[in-house]
C-alpha cells in the first residue's frame, strides 16, 4: 500500500515538471475588468462593457478618440451625407482580416445586414431603420435608412465589421467564441470567466501596437480585484469602488487616475393628471428637498460632479446656461404647502441595486430627504435584470436611473427617454414614469429632420432647457467619475477613454 | 438489490421534473430578457420580433412542454446572454467546480475524521479541547468571511498566496485541471481551504459524537480486554460503526458542493459553475439557470443514490428488498 502511494506520487511530480503550464510567454501587462465580455461576436452585445473588449478584435467604419471622443476615420477614410436617407462611405484599401481576407464592400453589406438578425445581434433598431446597403464598388458604400437619422454616423465606431466570407462558412457557436476582425490585435486565448488573451497584429493597418501581450481578467468581486492590484497580480485595474479610493490613493505603489464619466444620474419622475407629481411645484419641491452636495461627499466620497442637465459637456444637446436649483428644504416645504400637499403624500422610488455606483445608497439618501419635507417615500430597489424591464413598461412612479449617448447626440436620448410613450414609433420606450407633454413632443420631433450641426444643437439646447427648467421633467443628480488604478512600477501611459472602453492600442509602456 | 436501484431512479426522475417545472415558473417573473437582448433603442414592434424568435410568446405550458421535449434530446436551450447552447457553457465550467469541490471534500473529510477520532480518545485533553473550539469557529464564521480574511492574510499581508482565478492549467483533452502544476495548486490552495472549513467542523463534530457513543459499548471493552491493538479496535471495530451518519453527511455535503459554491467561487473568482449560475440569475438568463438546477439536482439525487449503495456494503445487516 506504502509503496503504491509512493509511486503514485512521484509520477504526480513527474507530470508537474515534464509537462510545462502555459508555455506562453508572460503578458507585457495583465488588466483587471469588472465585467467579462459574454461573446466574440461584435453585434451581440450593445453593451460599453461588451464593445469595449471588440473594439480591439475589431474596426468599425470610423472611430473616436480624445478626451472628447472626436469621430475620427476607421476602415471609411471618408464619409458623406448626400441627402436624407443616404449615407456614403469610401473604404480603405489594403486592410486585411486576420485570417488573410480582403476588407471591403461586400463585407460592409454583410456586416449591416447581419444587424436586424436578432439570433446574432442586439442592434435591432439600427439594423431594422436600415433601407438598403448598395455596393457602388468594392471600396465604395451608400447606406440607405428608413427614417432620417441624423446622428447615424455618430454610431458607427459601434457597429463592427465582420468579414463575410469566414462568418458564413463558421459554424454560429464558433462565431461566438472566435473573433476575426480587422482589429488591432488577435485573440490567442479565451478561458471563459478566467482570462483572454491577445497578441498584437503585426499588419494592422493603422500601424502595429505597442503592447504585443495583453491578457485581461475579469474579477466581477471589488474586493478582489482590489486584492488583485495590490498582491501585483494585475497592472491595471478599472472600476474602482470608491469605498477603496482611500485605500489605493494611501498605497505609495498604486497610483489613481480619475476622469468624469459620461453617464449622468438622474430621477425620472411622471406627470399623470391627477398623481402629485402632475403639478410642477411638487417637482420642484422634489428638486429643492434633495442635498446632492452632501450626496456627492458622503456616498460618492467626492468622486461625482454635480449635474444640472442629463446630456454632458461634449454632447450636442448640453447647455452650459443651465444651472441646479439650490437645496432649500424650506422652499420646498413651502412650494407643497402652495400645492395643496402640506400633509405631504405618498410615492413609491424604484430603481436598480446592481448596476450604477452606489446606486441603491443614493436611493436610500433621496427617501430620507424627501421624509423631511413630509414626503413619505417607498423604496423598491431590484436588480437590473428586473427593474429594467419594468422602466420599459412605463409604470413607475418615480424612479432612479442613468444614462449617456454613445452618438454624442442628445436627439436619440430624448426621443426614448422624455417623448409620449408611443407603441407604433417606439417613442418614449425608456419613458418609464410615462412623462408626457405636447410641447415637448413637437419640439423634439421638427429636430428628427435637422442634420445641420449648429442647427440641431440650437434646437436641442431650446429642448434641454425646456425639459429641466420649464417642465422639470427629471431631476439631475450628478455625473459618475470613472476610477482605475495602475501599478507605478510598470511605467504605464493609460488615458482613459471618455466611454470607458478599453482599447489596447492607445496603452503603451515608457 | 436491482429493483431497489430500480426504484430509487423513477423517484429521482420524478423529483427532477418537479424541480423543472417549479424553476421555469419562478423564472418567468423574474425579469424579462428580451427587452435586453433587443437591445436599448429597439422599438416596441422590434421588441416583440425577438420575443417570438426566442418562442417566449407561446404560452406557459406549451414553453415547458417543448423545454421537455428538447431536453430529453439533450437540447437545453440557448444561453441569452452568451447565445450559445447552454449545457455546453455549464459543463464548460464543470472541471473547474469539481476540481475545486473534490479538494475540499479530500480535505475536510480526511482531517475530519482523523481529528475526530483523535478528538474523541481523549476527550478532555486541553489540545482536543482546542480543536473543538476551533470547529465552533469553523461552523458559525461565514463563507465569505472565511475567504476574504484568507485573502487578506496570505496574498495581501504575507503575498504567499494568489487570491483569484485558477492560474496555470494544463488541458487534457476537454478538461482543464489545475492539479498538475505548481501554479495550479498554488491557486487552489485558499478557495479549498475556505470551502473545507465548515464541512471539516461538521465531520469533527459528528465523527467524536459517534465515537464516543462507540467507545463506550460492550464490545468494544471485549475487544480491549482481548488485548487487541489499539489500531484494530479504534479503526476496524469501532470507526466502521460509526461510518453510516459520517458517510451520510460526507455525500449530502459533496452534492452541496458541487451544486453551490457560489460564494466561494464569486469571492476567488474561480470560474465554475457556481459563478456562472450567479452571474446567470443576476442577467436573468433563465435557460442557464433551469438547466444548471436541473443538473444539480441530477447530480445530488446519484450521490444520494450511491451513498444508500454504499450503506449496504458498510452494514452487512442492512438489505434493500
Known amino acids: 500500500m506504502k509503496k503504491l502511494i509512493c509511486f503514485i506520487a512521484c509520477i504526480c511530480m513527474g507530470l508537474m515538471l515534464a509537462l510545462p503550464g502555459q508555455s506562453l510567454a508572460a503578458a507585457d501587462i495583465v488588466v483587471a475588468v469588472d465585467s467579462p465580455p459574454r461573446m466574440m461576436n461584435p453585434h451581440g452585445d450593445d453593451s460599453d462593457a461588451g464593445l469595449s473588449i471588440m473594439a480591439?478584435?475589431?474596426?468599425?467604419?470610423?472611430?473616436?478618440?480624445?478626451?472628447?471622443?472626436?469621430?475620427?476615420?476607421?476602415?471609411?477614410?471618408?464619409?458623406?451625407?448626400?441627402?436624407?436617407?443616404?449615407?456614403?462611405?469610401?473604404?480603405?484599401?489594403?486592410?486585411?482580416?486576420?485570417?488573410?481576407?480582403?476588407?471591403?464592400?461586400?463585407?460592409?453589406?454583410?456586416?449591416?445586414?447581419?444587424?436586424?438578425?436578432?439570433?446574432?445581434?442586439?442592434?435591432?433598431?439600427?439594423?431594422?431603420?436600415?433601407?438598403?446597403?448598395?455596393?457602388?464598388?468594392?471600396?465604395?458604400?451608400?447606406?440607405?435608412?428608413?427614417?432620417?437619422?441624423?446622428?447615424?454616423?455618430?454610431?458607427?465606431?459601434?457597429?463592427?465589421?465582420?468579414?463575410?466570407?469566414?462568418?458564413?462558412?463558421?459554424?454560429?457557436?464558433?462565431?461566438?467564441?472566435?473573433?476575426?476582425?480587422?482589429?488591432?490585435?488577435?485573440?490567442?486565448?479565451?478561458?471563459?470567466?478566467?482570462?483572454?488573451?491577445?497578441?498584437?497584429?503585426?499588419?494592422?493597418?493603422?500601424?502595429?501596437?505597442?503592447?504585443?501581450?495583453?491578457?485581461?481578467?475579469?474579477?466581477?468581486?471589488?474586493?478582489?480585484?482590489?486584492?488583485?492590484?495590490?498582491?501585483?497580480?494585475?497592472?491595471?485595474?478599472?472600476?474602482?469602488?470608491?469605498?477603496?479610493?482611500?485605500?489605493?490613493?494611501?498605497?505609495?505603489?498604486?497610483?489613481?487616475?480619475?476622469?468624469?464619466?459620461?453617464?449622468?444620474?438622474?430621477?425620472?419622475?411622471g406627470n399623470k393628471p391627477g398623481t402629485p407629481t402632475a403639478d410642477i411645484r411638487v417637482r420642484k419641491a422634489i428638486y429643492m428637498a434633495i442635498n446632492e452636495d452632501e450626496i456627492i461627499e458622503k456616498i460618492m466620497r467626492g468622486h461625482a460632479m454635480p449635474a444640472a442637465q442629463v446630456p454632458d459637456p461634449p454632447t450636442v444637446g448640453y447647455n452650459p446656461d443651465l444651472t441646479r436649483l439650490a437645496y432649500d428644504p424650506e422652499m420646498s416645504k413651502q412650494l407643497l404647502k402652495e400645492a395643496g400637499f402640506e400633509n405631504g403624500f405618498e410615492i413609491t422610488l424604484s430603481g436598480p441595486n446592481d448596476r450604477y455606483v452606489q446606486d441603491e445608497k443614493i436611493c436610500e439618501a433621496v427617501a430620507k430627504y424627501l421624509a423631511k419635507?413630509?414626503?413619505?417615500?417607498?423604496?423598491?430597489?431590484?436588480?437590473?435584470?428586473?427593474?429594467?424591464?419594468?422602466?420599459?413598461?412605463?409604470?413607475?412612479?418615480?424612479?432612479?436611473?442613468?444614462?449617456?449617448?454613445?452618438?454624442?447626440?442628445?436627439?436619440?436620448?430624448?426621443?426614448?427617454?422624455?417623448?409620449?410613450?408611443?407603441?407604433?414609433?417606439?417613442?418614449?420606450?425608456?419613458?418609464?414614469?410615462?412623462?408626457?407633454?405636447?410641447?415637448?413632443?413637437?419640439?423634439?420631433?421638427?429636430?428628427?429632420?435637422?442634420?445641420?450641426?449648429?442647427?440641431?444643437?440650437?434646437?436641442?439646447?431650446?429642448?434641454?432647457?425646456?425639459?429641466?427648467?420649464?417642465?422639470?421633467?427629471?431631476?439631475?443628480?450628478?455625473?459618475?467619475?470613472?476610477?482605475?488604478?495602475?501599478?507605478?512600477?510598470?511605467?504605464?501611459?493609460?488615458?482613459?477613454?471618455?466611454?470607458?472602453?478599453?482599447?489596447?492600442?492607445?496603452?503603451?509602456?515608457? | 438489490m436491482a429493483t431497489y436501484i430500480a426504484r430509487r431512479l423513477i423517484q429521482g426522475v420524478i423529483v427532477l421534473l418537479v424541480v423543472s417545472l417549479i424553476c421555469f415558473i419562478i423564472f418567468r417573473y423574474m425579469g424579462d430578457p428580451v427587452v435586453t437582448m433587443a437591445g436599448k433603442y429597439a422599438t416596441f414592434d422590434e421588441i416583440e420580433l425577438v420575443r417570438k424568435s426566442l418562442g417566449l410568446d407561446k404560452p406557459m405550458h406549451v414553453q415547458y412542454g417543448r423545454f421537455i421535449w428538447n431536453a430529453l434530446h439533450g437540447n437545453f436551450g440557448k444561453s441569452y446572454v452568451a447565445r450559445v447552447p447552454a449545457l455546453g457553457l455549464i459543463l464548460e465550467r464543470f472541471p473547474a467546480t469539481f476540481e475545486l469541490a473534490t479538494t475540499a471534500i479530500c480535505l475536510s473529510f480526511s482531517l475530519g475524521l482523523g481529528l475526530g477520532v483523535l478528538v474523541s480518545l481523549k476527550p478532555y485533553a486541553f489540545h482536543n479541547r482546542l480543536i473543538m473550539a476551533g470547529s465552533l469557529g469553523g461552523i458559525s464564521i461565514p463563507t465569505f468571511l472565511i475567504g476574504i480574511l484568507l485573502i487578506m492574510v496570505f496574498s495581501v499581508y504575507i503575498g504567499i498566496l494568489p487570491p483569484f482565478g485558477r492560474g496555470d492549467t494544463v488541458a487534457i483533452g476537454p478538461w482543464r485541471s489545475g492539479f498538475l502544476?505548481?501554479?495550479?495548486?498554488?491557486?487552489?490552495?485558499?478557495?479549498?481551504?475556505?470551502?473545507?472549513?465548515?464541512?471539516?467542523?461538521?465531520?469533527?463534530?459528528?465523527?467524536?459524537?459517534?465515537?464516543?457513543?462507540?467507545?463506550?459499548?460492550?464490545?468494544?471493552?471485549?475487544?480491549?480486554?482481548?488485548?487487541?491493538?489499539?489500531?484494530?479496535?479504534?479503526?476496524?471495530?469501532?470507526?466502521?460503526?460509526?461510518?453510516?451518519?459520517?458517510?451520510?453527511?460526507?455525500?449530502?455535503?459533496?452534492?452541496?458542493?458541487?451544486?453551490?459554491?457560489?460564494?466561494?467561487?464569486?469571492?476567488?473568482?474561480?470560474?465554475?459553475?457556481?459563478?456562472?449560475?450567479?452571474?446567470?440569475?443576476?442577467?436573468?438568463?433563465?435557460?442557464?439557470?433551469?438547466?444548471?438546477?436541473?443538473?444539480?439536482?441530477?447530480?445530488?439525487?446519484?450521490?444520494?443514490?450511491?451513498?444508500?449503495?454504499?450503506?449496504?456494503?458498510?452494514?452487512?445487516?442492512?438489505?434493500?428488498d
Open chain 2, 181 to 320: 502544476t505548481l501554479d495550479g495548486l498554488k491557486h487552489l490552495a485558499l478557495p479549498a481551504t475556505t470551502l473545507a472549513l465548515y464541512q471539516l467542523a461538521v465531520t469533527l463534530r459528528l465523527t467524536r459524537a459517534g465515537m464516543r457513543e462507540v467507545l463506550a459499548e460492550e464490545y468494544i471493552k471485549t475487544a480491549w480486554s482481548k488485548g487487541l491493538p489499539p489500531k484494530k479496535v479504534i479503526f476496524k471495530h469501532a470507526l466502521r460503526n460509526v461510518m453510516i451518519p459520517v458517510v451520510t453527511m460526507a455525500g449530502l455535503q459533496f452534492g452541496e458542493v458541487i451544486a453551490f459554491s457560489i460564494v466561494t467561487e464569486t469571492i476567488f473568482q474561480w470560474p465554475g459553475m457556481g459563478n456562472l449560475l450567479l452571474t446567470s440569475i443576476y442577467e436573468g438568463d433563465q435557460p442557464v439557470v433551469v438547466t444548471y438546477i436541473v443538473l444539480a439536482a441530477v447530480i445530488i439525487i446519484t450521490i444520494n443514490i450511491v451513498v444508500d449503495i454504499l450503506y449496504a456494503l458498510l452494514n452487512p445487516k442492512i438489505r434493500y
Open chain 1, 373 to 510: 419635507v413630509g414626503i413619505k417615500v417607498t423604496l423598491d430597489v431590484k436588480p437590473k435584470s428586473i427593474f429594467f424591464p419594468e422602466v420599459s413598461e412605463g409604470k413607475k412612479e418615480f424612479y432612479l436611473i442613468g444614462w449617456f449617448d454613445g452618438t454624442y447626440d442628445m436627439g436619440r436620448t430624448y426621443f426614448k427617454l422624455a417623448h409620449t410613450r408611443d407603441m407604433e414609433s417606439g417613442h418614449g420606450q425608456w419613458n418609464g414614469a410615462a412623462f408626457s407633454d405636447a410641447g415637448l413632443d413637437k419640439l423634439l420631433e421638427s429636430t428628427a429632420d435637422m442634420t445641420d450641426r449648429a442647427q440641431r444643437e440650437k434646437a436641442l439646447q431650446d429642448l434641454n432647457k425646456m425639459a429641466m427648467q420649464d417642465l422639470i421633467t427629471w431631476i439631475p443628480l450628478h455625473y459618475q467619475e470613472n476610477l482605475y488604478a495602475i501599478q507605478k512600477s510598470k511605467n504605464i501611459a493609460f488615458t482613459p477613454r471618455p466611454d470607458r472602453w478599453m482599447v489596447y492600442k492607445e496603452i503603451s509602456m515608457q
Open chain 1, 56 to 269: 480591439n478584435f475589431f474596426d468599425g467604419l470610423l472611430q473616436r478618440k480624445g478626451l472628447k471622443g472626436e469621430l475620427m476615420p476607421a476602415l471609411a477614410e471618408k464619409w458623406e451625407h448626400p441627402d436624407l436617407h443616404s449615407w456614403k462611405f469610401y473604404l480603405r484599401k489594403g486592410v486585411k482580416f486576420h485570417n488573410g481576407n480582403d476588407f471591403n464592400a461586400a463585407d460592409v453589406k454583410f456586416s449591416f445586414e447581419r444587424l436586424s438578425n436578432p439570433d446574432v445581434s442586439e442592434f435591432i433598431n439600427t439594423g431594422k431603420n436600415l433601407a438598403a446597403v448598395e455596393i457602388i464598388d468594392d471600396y465604395t458604400v451608400v447606406v440607405k435608412t428608413k427614417d432620417p437619422t441624423p446622428w447615424f454616423a455618430n454610431n458607427m465606431h459601434q457597429l463592427f465589421m465582420m468579414d463575410k466570407e469566414s462568418t458564413e462558412s463558421r459554424d454560429p457557436g464558433d462565431v461566438m467564441q472566435k473573433p476575426i476582425g480587422t482589429g488591432a490585435y488577435k485573440l490567442e486565448e479565451w478561458v471563459k470567466g478566467s482570462y483572454i488573451k491577445m497578441t498584437a497584429n503585426e499588419d494592422y493597418w493603422e500601424g502595429a501596437p505597442s503592447l504585443k501581450k495583453v491578457e485581461i481578467r475579469p474579477i466581477t468581486e471589488a474586493s478582489t480585484r482590489f486584492a488583485a492590484l495590490v498582491s501585483g497580480q494585475a497592472d491595471i485595474v478599472t472600476g474602482v469602488p470608491v469605498e477603496l479610493y482611500d485605500k489605493v490613493v494611501s498605497n505609495p505603489k498604486l497610483e489613481i487616475i480619475s476622469q468624469a464619466a459620461r453617464r449622468s444620474i438622474f430621477l425620472a419622475l
